[in-house]
């Protein structure tokens, strides 16, 4: 039986400022939760408090209907079977490979802990660096140990804590891939602290946006990015234009390059308006106020850069034909990519 | 709920701040730190306090009227020779092992540091028997030409560029150990750049490594001054009178350890103007390089007669600074003429004092390495004081010591004495602890801890894991490397140890003094036998010691 983890209202100060403030998240089992949001949001804070490493100011962590945290209670970190990887591996340096996956086994037999050891080894693809030490392992064959060392022990949850970007970003793709196949084979609830919005949108199932200590937005990483609660949340998840817009007479919010919807109540004149460069539509056609500045190819679409009266826009699109710097063009767009908050 | 900031003048919140200052500045964890802060400062501290007020009288007038300039020109001149001659020989060393591969450079590279093994008068001995008047060099020119003694010129190891020369070679390592690492650490990326843009090796090594080497330099420069104006042994015994001489006169010679002070004042001056230059440099120098992605560097081959001239170049400097004065040493101590000296009985004494001032200082060094982890200021003053000491001639610190037994009852026999060199010894080397200390400690990171509680380690078992075999490598390189700086103490042994313990140093230098250098040689050479043990340690962590390993 997996239980989830519960955290309620967690608050954590620090001197005066308050690095978390309310945290309310629950850590579904076989379940990925990713924490984006930028340094110094808490994000850190808050894995440190369900670890046990760090007791909460107020608020309650529960694993299942066992309190883990709360007011006059505190499971100490070694009793909570909680698994932990950090960006820094934490290998122990003295020990080789096998002998820090078998740290976490000690109620085992020497030879019974070395047998699982070696075969968490071989799982995360080191089945030939048993006898190796931390310094003789390269950056991302010491992150797959510090995984099996995490996942041996069988842990009742596993939290990473910015587990991939101590590793170039060749390495990243393939730990990443045999850290996620390991936990999602086990079934745990998954806690992935990062501030890549790619990165967690690709490896979670659920996703919780941090800011100044609280959680702004909470739910499937579909759900936020296509839904963002405000122009922060929109920002977090990847590149967006971010216009002035005011309510016209047809019930449009105009904006430098042309109309958006307004929103379902419009209650006030002044919008700002959340674009995502690939909801930007360009075509030859229709009103041509509008100049491409410059054209370059980010990955796979071709960004261009886009001016009206002096205001700019950044557009992303597949066909290179379409976007040739120099030309006028008319602007509309996708309304799935568009979000439209009252202005502050 | 907290007020928003900037918001609240009230008498409170005030009183709130005071409270908060009081907290950090006296937490129960910082009684220990300031218990260290207060041993460290305190020999210095009364130095300076008497020779600014009670450094005056007859002695001090004798002194300002006749040897004052003396020792003042002396000390310019010895530290400006030692300057200019580790410059030429350290700087360029460094850059040719750490970026060319020549004949017999693996070996080189660790060679070169043997000297840190030997103190100043080691060498000063050795060298004023091998170019004296009776020395080997001489003898065989007189033999080889039939001249007399009077009828040619042979440089004087008896004056004070002598006594340059003696120091430099001692002293070189502290440069080529900065060198060599800002070398190793800068150049990967800066001089293949400069490659690429068509640098010749000469334009890299002038134009791009040392402009970005100089903070180290200077601040391994700056290190190895402090040291050649902290020497008392050398210098007396080549008969140069620097400040230190004088110091240690004032006291032996005018029994007036007051005026010695305010000579000191000198020194003490000197010695902080070199730690602000050594620390301000070694922060610009930006010591922490990326520890995870390290790459191992590409060393050019050097071929035919210029691999030749490398060779001979790093090999005379070993010659130099290491083989011709120990091999000279040696040959003394098995020539049938020198008397075997006791040996067991200072042998036993240095051990007892090393030991004592060892353990002193490691517990000192650990108070200000873990309460220094918190960054407040109270951390900062702590390293400046700490360094104050380790700067300061261990002679000026034992002035100190001095005065106050002379003004308390206390005769120089009794344990009271012991105890006060006890404390100079803490305080001179206190420092040179904490740096080993403070890096076994970062070994252990939080996260490190904290990934074995998770794993459900208990505490004791954290502590038998984990954290012990983690830092005792580190902690045990701290011991060793206090434990053979007191051993080669001398100028502060000889003011404050009480009648008849004699040290190795000391009957070392007063053997020497006797001009009985083939019986000084034997205690001499087991000073520079223990002194090889943590130069041992340290050029072993040098190798083995860097993140993700010394790929080749």
């Known amino acids: 039986m997996i239980n989830p983890i519960t955290a309620k209202g967690l608050i954590r100060r620090y001197g005066d400022a308050t690095i978390v403030n309310g945290v309310d998240i629950t850590l579904q089992p076989s379940t990925v939760t990713a924490l984006l949001g930028a340094s110094g949001a808490g994000k850190s804070s808050l894995l440190r408090m369900i670890a046990g490493l760090e007791v909460p100011d107020a608020g309650t962590v529960s694993l299942g209907d066992t309190p883990l945290s709360g007011p006059g209670l505190m499971v100490p970190a070694e009793r909570r079977r909680i698994g932990l990887i950090f960006q820094d591996f934490a290998l122990f340096p003295h020990m080789t490979a096998l002998d820090n996956v078998r740290f976490g086994l000690a109620d085992m037999s020497r030879s019974d802990g070395e047998a699982l050891a070696a075969d968490w080894l071989v799982r995360v693809g080191l089945g030939d660096r048993l006898q190796s030490y931390p310094h003789q392992l390269s950056g991302g064959e010491q992150q797959r140990v510090a995984i099996a060392r995490a996942l041996a022990p069988s842990p009742v949850a596993i939290l990473m804590d910015e587990p991939f970007s101590g590793l170039d970003p060749s390495l990243r793709q393939d730990v990443r891939e045999a850290a996620m196949a390991a936990v999602k084979e086990v079934g745990i609830p998954a806690l992935i602290v990062s501030h890549d919005a790619e990165e967690a949108m690709m490896l979670a199932d659920d996703m919780a946006i941090m800011h100044r200590g609280k959680i702004i937005q909470h739910g499937s990483p579909d759900e936020i990015y296509s839904a963002p609660v405000s122009p922060r949340v929109a920002a977090a998840l990847g590149t967006v234009n971010d216009l002035q817009g005011a309510l016209n007479g047809n019930g449009l919010v105009e904006t430098a390059f042309g109309p958006v919807a307004a929103p379902a109540e419009a209650t006030v004149q002044r919008y700002r308006v959340i674009i995502r460069p690939e909801a930007v539509k360009l075509s030859a056609q229709g009103r041509s106020d509008a100049t491409i500045l410059s054209v370059r190819r980010i990955g796979h679409v071709y960004q261009a850069e886009i001016n009206a009266n002096g205001h700019t826009l950044l557009a992303w699109s597949a066909d290179p034909v379409s976007v040739q710097p120099g030309t006028t063009v008319s602007v509309h767009f996708d309304e799935a990519g568009c979000f439209v908050f009252p202005a502050e | ?552």
């Open chain 2, 1 to 552: 709920m907290t007020a928003p900031a900037g918001t609240d003048t009230s008498l409170q919140s005030r009183r709130a701040v005071v409270g908060r200052v009081l907290k950090t500045l006296v937490s129960p964890g910082d009684v220990f730190l300031w218990a260290a802060i207060l041993l460290v400062g305190l020999p210095l501290i009364s130095t300076v306090f008497i020779g600014v007020f009670a450094g005056g009288g007859s002695t001090w007038n004798h002194i300002t009227d006749t040897f004052f300039w003396t020792y003042l020109t002396s000390s310019v001149t010895v530290l400006a020779g030692v300057a200019a001659l580790i410059l030429i020989i350290a700087v360029p060393a460094a850059w040719l092992v750490t970026l060319y591969d020549f004949p017999g450079r693996a070996l080189f590279s660790w060679l070169l540091i043997l000297p840190l093994a030997a103190p100043g008068y080691v060498i000063a001995f050795a060298y004023a028997d091998l170019f004296g008047v009776v020395g080997p060099i001489q003898t065989t020119i007189r033999d080889m030409t039939g001249l007399a003694a009077r009828d040619y010129w042979f440089p004087d190891i008896r004056s004070s560029w002598g006594c340059a020369f003696v120091l430099a070679a001692a002293l070189y390592p502290y440069v080529y150990l900065s060198a060599r690492a800002a070398f190793t650490t800068q150049s990967v990326c800066t001089l293949e750049v400069a490659q690429s843009l068509g640098a010749s090796p000469w334009q890299r090594f002038t134009r791009v490594a040392l402009p970005g080497a100089r903070p180290a330099i200077v601040a391994g420069l700056a290190l190895a001054l402090m040291e050649a104006a902290a020497d008392y042994g050398a210098a007396d015994f080549l008969g140069v009178q620097t400040l230190t001489v004088g110091v240690f006169r004032a006291w032996s010679s005018f029994s007036d350890p007051a005026a010695g002070a305010r000579l000191a004042l000198i020194l003490v001056a000197l010695a902080l103007t070199l730690l602000w230059v050594e620390r301000t440099r070694r922060g610009e120098a930006g010591y922490q390089a990326s520890s995870i992605r390290w790459r191992a560097l590409r060393r050019t081959r050097l071929s035919g007669w210029t691999a030749y001239l490398a060779t001979a170049f790093c090999c005379l400097i070993f010659v130099w600074g290491f083989a011709a004065p120990i091999l000279r040493l040696a040959w003394l101590a098995v020539d049938a003429r020198a008397a075997t000296p006791p040996l067991l009985d200072p042998l036993f004494n240095s051990f007892l004092l090393a030991f004592a001032g060892s353990v002193a200082a490691f517990f000192t060094a650990l108070a200000f390495a873990l309460g220094t982890r918190k960054k407040h200021f109270v951390s900062k003053f702590a390293g400046w004081i700490a360094a104050g000491g380790y700067a300061t001639p261990g002679a000026v610190l034992a002035l100190g010591g001095v005065y106050a037994l002379n003004v308390l009852p206390f005769t120089l026999t009794g344990t009271a004495a012991l105890m006060v060199l006890v404390l100079v010894y803490v305080s001179r080397f206190t420092a040179a602890g904490v740096g080993p200390l403070e890096s076994a400690l970062e070994r252990a990171p939080a996260s490190l801890n904290a990934a074995a509680r998770s794993l459900g380690a208990s505490s004791l078992r954290r502590i038998r894991q984990v954290d012990l075999p983690v830092i005792l490598p580190g902690a045990a390189a701290a011991g060793l490397i206090l434990f053979v700086e007191i051993l080669k103490e001398l100028p502060a042994t000889l003011m404050l140890r009480p009648f008849n313990l004699d040290t190795l140093a000391v009957r070392a230098y007063a053997y020497a003094s006797d001009e009985r250098l083939e019986t000084a040689a034997l205690p001499s050479l087991v000073i520079v036998l223990c002194g090889l043990l943590p130069v041992i340690v340290l050029s072993w962590r040098l190798s083995t010691g860097r993140a993700g390993g010394d790929v080749e």
